[in-house]
């Protein structure tokens, strides 16, 4: 079974990716074989500095490992490394049809904005159902956002099966994943970086406890109960206490006596604890840079040479030469 999921390098990972998304891959590692991808060509969509691109790349690949994507079960990549993954796309491109795409969300929201879109950002999920076909994916794991995609990605691999051959790709199927629970940014909504809201993960530890300092809270006096259910500091503490810690700090919200700025350090400890040896991690793949080019170059040869045995497949089922590899 193959679990394949790709992720954008737009910008550093902070916890709603963390706890939304990429603990969640890290977890299905262990699936027989699980191809992940740092989404870079995709990220040219919107990132257009290239010195940004180079190191949020890079950082997206030092985040994951350090976080425990381990390259011995997973495999990791960069997709801008498989040439095969653009060669695709033009082949499901020639049987995509226009509808599809026009409908897909990060189009037509620009488009409803009046906001002029680049034949890349319309043609995006056909990049993406490349991506996804090229491996015979069989789950892809993502968040909500993307189930449009992957219907998109069925649909196109339908339709080529069905004009050529119906053994060239397997039908992938997606599996959300989501965190337990709304998890939220510094004013109390959805963290998300489009809100400006959010907390980092690899932030040092003075940094960390700045942030969370600065988490909006209401102005209820310290002698006052609180109620623990709807704080943002609560919430996010929830992410890394157990059953009974959570249930401790709970009780102290609602006897009153304790402010804000105690529950602020209790949520500081636990995330501090929690992400100090994924910092650790990084500290020395970031001294070892050599390490990490390794597992990206593995990556991508063990990505390629799955691909090309697709590629071939499809280039030989619409009429092309297969590849002399
Ligand atoms: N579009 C996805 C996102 O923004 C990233 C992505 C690119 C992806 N290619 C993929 C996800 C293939 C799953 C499978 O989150």
Request: proline share 5%; with cysteine.
């Amino acid at each position: 079974m193959r679990v394949l999921s790709g992720i954008q390098p737009t910008g550093r990972f902070h916890w709603g990716n963390y706890f939304g998304a990429i603990r969640q891959y890290i977890d299905l590692q262990d699936n027989d074989q699980a191809f992940y991808f740092i989404a870079d060509l995709h990220a040219l969509t919107t990132i257009r500095d290239p010195e940004r691109l180079r190191e949020l790349s890079r950082d997206a690949a030092v985040d994951l490992l350090a976080l425990g994507l381990d390259p011995e079960r997973a495999t990791l990549f960069r997709q801008s490394d498989v040439p095969e993954i653009p060669e695709l796309t033009w082949l499901l491109m020639t049987v995509t049809q226009m509808h599809l795409l026009e409908k897909c969300h990060a189009y037509k929201d620009k488009k409803a904005k009046g906001i002029a879109a680049d034949a890349g950002l319309f043609t995006y999920p056909v990049l993406m159902a490349a991506d996804i076909l090229l491996y015979d994916s069989d789950i892809v794991p993502v968040g909500a956002d993307q189930i449009q995609h992957i219907e998109v990605t069925r649909d196109i691999a339908q339709r080529f099966n069905s004009i050529y051959s119906e053994d060239v790709f397997v039908l992938p199927q997606s599996h959300v994943v989501e965190a337990t629970g709304k998890i939220p940014g510094l004013d109390g909504e959805k963290m998300s970086s489009s809100y400006d809201n959010t907390i980092e993960v690899f932030l040092p530890p003075k940094k960390l406890r700045k942030k969370i300092m600065s988490i909006k809270t209401d102005s209820t006096p310290v002698e006052e109960p609180k109620d623990p259910d709807r704080c943002a500091v609560f919430a996010l503490y929830r992410l890394f206490a157990s059953e009974a810690e959570q249930a401790a700090l709970a009780a102290r919200y609602r006897a009153g006596g304790m402010g804000y700025g105690e529950a602020k350090q209790t949520l500081f400890e636990a995330a501090d604890a929690n992400f100090s040896p994924a910092r650790a991690k990084r500290e020395e793949l970031v001294a070892n840079p050599a390490v990490v080019d390794d597992v990206l170059r593995d990556g991508a040869r063990r990505a390629r040479e799955k691909g090309r045995e697709v590629l071939d497949r499809a280039r030989s089922a619409c009429g092309l030469t297969r590849r002399a590899n």
